[in-house]
């Protein structure tokens, strides 16, 4: 059995709700959907997400990747060597980690397929559910605290506030926040690199001084000043999340090697697919790191790749994994959906991804 053809397919899909950070504002997802066909006509799916502002990937470029390398160096190979395939496409080319993860999921996606059984299982579970946060995107403290009670009533609770765009307003988004879903509700904050190291310190330490209860604070500094992120780590006592500032096992190793981190976010479309991620999780684990699994904002292709790997690994804290429950409506046709602040894996071979055409199903009633 081989390979037939890799395929791409640009996909566009509106947000019901504008995706705010520190980083960059969305209305949209911008993606690329890889589709590896077997001789025997069925297709597995992974995806590359555009995000200029974090991994630097775009549709073009992943697109040329995998129509110019990738994807010519799997045609008419065996798709059930899938660590041997895996292995090729991390050493074929350079960065390109979106297009590299997107191929290495519908590599795994297939190969699922070829033996019937969800994604999960070939990954070494059985759960079909999976816990997730919701992000609040970032605004002024009364839009926050509106949009808080919101997603309390839609069933999230774990929420994630994104912070890091006016140090000086943060203490009071959150104490916003907190005193509109009071004190059951897990609050977690998302700076995106957004603060300086003092800032980051001050704001964290007013926040603690507040009683205000905050789960975790992901990425309070630049994504390459470790020393800064070790230096936060050091001085307040709420764990801190790398996320920009790991993108693979090299990145992780440092992170490790100078303390700078308590927990460390993974993600497909930094590192380069759901082999990378098992590796970066288990080296997480056997230095005490803590996890959490997320996503950029992609649709149900990526999303699913992602919460499978939580069903059959498990992290230490709820994973980060709404991204597709901002969609207006999905550019694909089956895979995950949400019932409330759980992902819901389909139970059905591989992802569940029946076509990735722009077929405009719609999420939510
Ligand atoms: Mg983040």
């Known amino acids: 059995m081989t390979i037939a053809a890799v395929r791409t397919h640009r996909l566009s899909a509106p947000l019901h709700t504008p995706f705010v950070t520190a980083l960059r504002r969305t209305t949209t997802i911008e993606t690329l959907v890889v589709e590896v066909v077997d001789r025997d006509g069925r297709s597995g799916f992974g995806e590359a ?38 292995v090729e496409v991390d050493r074929a080319v350079a960065g390109n980690e ?23 299982r070939l990954l070494g579970g059985t759960a079909l559910t999976v816990p997730t946060d919701v992000t609040l995107a970032a605004g002024e403290a009364v839009d926050l605290a509106s949009a808080a009670r919101q997603r309390r009533a839609d069933g999230f609770d774990v929420l994630k506030l994104k912070v890091g765009t006016d140090a000086s307003g943060d203490l009071d988004r959150v104490r916003a926040v907190r005193a509109a879903v009071g004190p059951r509700i897990r609050v977690r904050l998302d700076a995106n690199q957004g603060w300086t190291p003092r800032e980051a310190v001050r704001v964290i330490r007013n926040i603690e001084d507040a009683g205000l209860d905050v789960e975790l604070v992901e990425q309070p500094v630049h994504r390459a000043d470790l020393d800064g992120l070790a230096w936060v780590s050091d001085r307040v006592s709420t764990p801190i999340l790398a996320d920009e500032s790991v993108f693979g096992v090299r990145d992780l190793v440092e992170v ?38 997320g996503s950029m904002m992609e649709s149900q292709v990526g999303v699913g790749a992602a919460a499978s790997l939580v069903a059959a690994q498990g992290t230490t804290a709820v994973s980060d994994l709404d991204a597709a429950w901002w969609l207006a409506w999905t550019p694909v046709r089956g895979g995950v959906r949400y019932e409330g602040a759980t992902v819901v894996l389909p139970d059905e071979p591989g992802l569940g991804i029946s076509s990735a055409t722009e077929v405009k199903m719609q999420t939510r009633g």
């Open 49 to 86: 997400p555009q995000v200029w502002q974090v991994t630097g990937a775009s549709v073009a470029g992943s697109e040329a990747c995998v129509r110019e390398l990738l994807g010519p160096m799997l045609t008419s190979r065996n798709p059930d060597d899938l660590v041997a395939r895996c």
């Open 98 to 120: 979106a297009a590299k993860a997107a191929v290495d999921v519908a590599l795994h996606d297939l190969a699922a397929r070829r033996l019937g059984v969800p994604l999960v």
């Open 256 to 293: 490790i090697r100078r303390r700078a981190a308590d927990l460390v976010n993974v993600k497909l479309a930094k590192c380069g697919g759901l082999r990378p991620a098992r590796t970066l999780l288990d080296l997480a684990a056997a230095h005490g790191v803590g996890t959490v699994v």
